[in-house]
């Protein structure tokens, strides 16, 4: 079996166990739920390999005992394994040959398609005008009355950033001061709107754009 298969196999069955054990823990020790150490352990994962494994620690256990469905305790989770799974998908795509990137600067330079990079450009201003004003509406909402059925979900808010809202949603969080003390709001956006661009780039590469 192709090493690199192997290693990403091995790191997701580990991912998974590893949050299996989190669950079981924090259900007998509920104090261990609010470590920061804890939560640090499992943020390696990911990165290394194992979105696939949290992702499904996430759905089938519910991470910290508090049911798979997303919520403020587990958002940041979901949304690094979601990232992850991404990038190492890419990763993965060109080194099995799916998808072959043309490395370099002549690749990075030449070759770009001009009228899908206008369909990009409308949606990428369309996606970024909506995620500006949906920022702004839950701010709004917060600070007049605060109603929970007017609020607008984080992980809505975050998803229009992942999709290319990056950007948008980074000038709003900023223009109106809203999720600033989030810090995965502070650091996930900066990080979407590099996602975001080398996706771009990556599809280039390959002949996408």
Do not use: Q
């Not at 090493?3 to 991912?15: C, H, W």
């Not at 020790?29 to 499992?42: E, G, K, R, T, V």
């Not at 607008?152 to 949603?169: F, K």
């Amino acid at each position: 079996m192709d090493p690199f298969l192997l290693y990403l196999i091995a790191v997701n069955a580990a991912t998974f166990v590893v949050f299996a054990i989190d669950y079981l823990l924090c259900l007998k020790f509920p104090a261990l739920d609010n470590m920061a150490a804890n939560s640090l352990i499992l943020d390696i994962f990911p990165p290394a390999g194992g979105a696939a494994g949290m992702l499904l620690a996430l759905f089938l256990l519910g991470g910290l005992g508090r049911g798979h469905r997303m919520n403020k305790d587990n958002i940041a989770w979901w949304f690094l394994a979601i990232v992850c799974l991404i990038a190492w998908g890419l990763i993965a795509a060109a080194k099995f040959g799916l998808l072959s990137p043309k490395i370099g600067i002549d690749g990075l330079l030449s070759g770009w398609d001009t009228g899908k990079l206008g369909v990009l450009a409308v949606y990428l201003v369309v996606v970024n005008i909506v995620t500006f004003i949906a920022f702004v509406w839950d701010k709004h909402v917060a600070k007049n009355g605060n109603d929970p059925s007017r609020r607008l979900p984080e992980a809505r808010l975050l998803a229009l950033c992942l999709i290319g809202g990056s950007i948008g949603g980074f000038v709003a969080m900023h223009t109106v001061r809203h999720k600033t003390a989030k810090w995965y709001f502070v650091w996930g956006l900066p990080f979407f709107i590099a996602l975001d661009a080398a996706v771009v780039i990556y599809a280039h590469l390959v002949g996408i754009i």
